[in-house]
Every structure is written in structure tokens, then in C-alpha cells.
């Protein structure tokens, strides 16, 4: 994981949603939280450095000036309604400014349409919040418009709503941190992985997003934690192919099943060892490992840090 930390910028206008920003900036959070997590820094900005108010009412003030920034990793223009009261030449010469000092301008909701109009996203492609994607063609028809769920054109992205702002920032998290800590993440946010009884730390069934094969195959990995079975064992619960499998995992979680099974049960190794007083020999027992030592070499391999550290720091937090 890089020295420095990843830095993002929220810009909101007035009109923002607070669900958008929420899925753009929580997955985020949760990733630095992870234990020995990567190093994620942000600031919220605004136009006016005033605060502003998303379309539910809820203000939220900057925290820091525009005077005051430095270079930045990631620029994330976050905008709602009355987007166009927003495209004004203020908004044009602080766009223009932020740009110089962003490796990355990322357009959320409909903070693509200020970005197409201060000039960002000539011939190239960009999507929008799906309410204005035929408006947004109209009107700047050198955009190739995409009804994509989010789009990258070099170091230009642009996505729609909220779901859409996840997806986006999960696969930001993988493209520099590894799928290990986008896993972590998306568990947080898309997976329902509750215990079956009051205190049981047993895994609980996934209801993820995906195809009915794949939440189908999940749960066959879920349920076989403690006893790990073949990759032939999971297509044949699941009436596939052990090549249909490798495929649907590859185009759904850009990730082999293999690498997936290893992963969640690592996780859970990491749950127990920060969440209870479990001996190491007994988690590995209970995430389907030969020995202790084959489970330090797998989670050191897979997180950067032994099992041992991660319960240490966790108990002096």
C-alpha cells in the first residue's frame, strides 16, 4: 500500500444528494478503518467556501478553504438538483483552478453536466444521473454519452446516482488498495452477512448484488467455511460448470472463485481475531486451514501484516 495517503476533494453544490455522497465517501472510511487499512485522507469543499444544503435540507459546511489546497489525488464534483443554477462563471473559474491541482476530476450525479460545461469532457465519453441522460446528449452533443452505471475516460470519470457512486468508488479502492480491501468494503455496504442466533459469530448467508448464480455459489462458499470444499464441489451445488463458475466470478467480481474463497474465509479470521478471544489455533480450525501457521502465511500474504499484529492493534485501539 502506497506511503502516501490517497487524498480525495468533495466539491458539493446546493441540491446534492445526501445518499450519493454518502456512497462515495463511506466506502472510503470504511476502508481506512480496516485494520492495518490504507491511508485515506479527504476534504469537503464548497464554491463560496459557505456551507451548503442537500436536497433534504441538511447543511454541511467546508473543511477547508479553496485558498488552502494542495494537490489532490481525486476531485469528486458532487451535485443534484438545479445543477444548471450552478453553472455559472464562478463555478467555471474554480473548476479550472481545482483542475490544475487534481490527478483526477471524478463528475457524481449530475456534477458531470458542470463538468461537460466548463469544457472537461470534449470527445470524450461520460455518463450522468439516468433523469438527464437524454437532456445531457442534447445539450452537449461533442460528449459521447454513455448509459454506463459510471465511465472512465482517462483521467476523467463520471457516474449517475447512488448505487452507481459505489460501484465506482469499490472499484477505486480495488485499483489501488487490492481486492482484499474491497472486499472488506463492499461486505459493508452491499452484503447482509448477519449471525443466525443472538452472539452466534458464525458467517451468515450473503444477499449480495450479482446473478442468482453467483449469490447461489457465495452461499455455498459461506456455508463451508470451516471445511473448505473444491472449486469442483461448489459448481456441482450450483449445477455449473467448474469453467461457468470461473467465468461468472471473473466477469462479475473481476476475481477467480479460488482467489473469492480464500479471501472470505481470511476475512473471517480476521472478524474472529479482532472480535473475539479465540485462540489462533482455533480459528484456523474454524476457517478451514491445516494449522496456525498455514493461516499466518495466507493472511500475511493477502493483508500485509501477520494475524497476530492485527489482534494487537485492535486490542490497544
Known amino acids: 500500500m502506497p506511503n502516501t495517503p490517497l487524498s480525495f476533494c468533495f466539491l458539493l453544490f446546493d441540491g ?116 438527464e441522460l437524454n437532456t445531457f446528449a442534447e445539450t452537449f452533443p461533442e460528449i459521447s454519452v454513455s448509459d454506463a452505471g459510471y465511465v472512465e475516460a482517462g483521467h476523467y470519470l463520471t457516474c449517475g446516482g447512488a448505487s452507481s457512486a459505489l460501484d465506482m468508488v469499490l472499484n477505486i479502492i480495488r485499483e489501488h488498495f487490492g481486492a482484499a480491501v474491497a472486499f472488506d468494503v463492499s461486505n459493508l455496504f452491499i452484503y447482509d452477512a448477519r449471525p443466525s442466533r443472538e452472539h452466534d459469530r458464525s458467517v451468515g448467508r450473503f444477499r449480495s448484488a450479482g446473478s442468482r448464480t453467483l449469490r447461489s455459489a457465495t452461499n455455498t462458499m459461506v456455508e463451508n467455511i470451516e471445511n473448505p470444499i473444491s472449486l469442483v464441489g461448489i459448481a456441482a451445488a ?71 499484529r492485527v489482534r494487537k492493534s485492535h486490542t490497544r485501539s
Open 16 to 131: 446534492f444528494s445526501n445518499m450519493v455522497l454518502a456512497n462515495a465517501l463511506e466506502p472510503l472510511r470504511a476502508a481506512r478503518n480496516l485494520p492495518g487499512g490504507p491511508g485515506i485522507v479527504w476534504e469537503i469543499i464548497t464554491v463560496s467556501d459557505h456551507s451548503v444544503k442537500s436536497s433534504s435540507g441538511l447543511s454541511i459546511s467546508p473543511s477547508v478553504s479553496l485558498s488552502k489546497l494542495r494537490k489532490m489525488d481525486y476531485l469528486m464534483i458532487v451535485s443534484g438538483y438545479d445543477v444548471r443554477e450552478h453553472a455559472t462563471k464562478e463555478t467555471f473559474t474554480k473548476l479550472q483552478a481545482l483542475r490544475r491541482h487534481a490527478r483526477r476530476i471524478v463528475g457524481i450525479d449530475t456534477g458531470s453536466w458542470l463538468m461537460a460545461a466548463s469544457g472537461m469532457l470534449e470527445s470524450k465519453e461520460a455518463t450522468i444521473h439516468w433523469h
Open 238 to 308: 450450483n449445477s455449473i460448470s467448474v469453467r461457468s463458475l470461473n467465468r461468472i466470478f471473473l466477469n462479475e467480481l473481476n476475481t477467480s472463485p479460488g482467489k473469492y474463497y480464500q479471501i472470505l474465509r481470511l476475512t473471517y479470521a480476521r472478524d474472529m481475531a479482532t472480535e473475539t478471544d479465540s485462540p489462533l489455533t482455533q480459528i484456523a480450525i474454524k476457517t478451514g486451514f491445516s494449522s496456525t501457521s498455514a493461516l499466518s502465511r495466507a493472511f500475511t500474504a493477502l493483508y500485509g501484516m501477520s494475524i497476530s
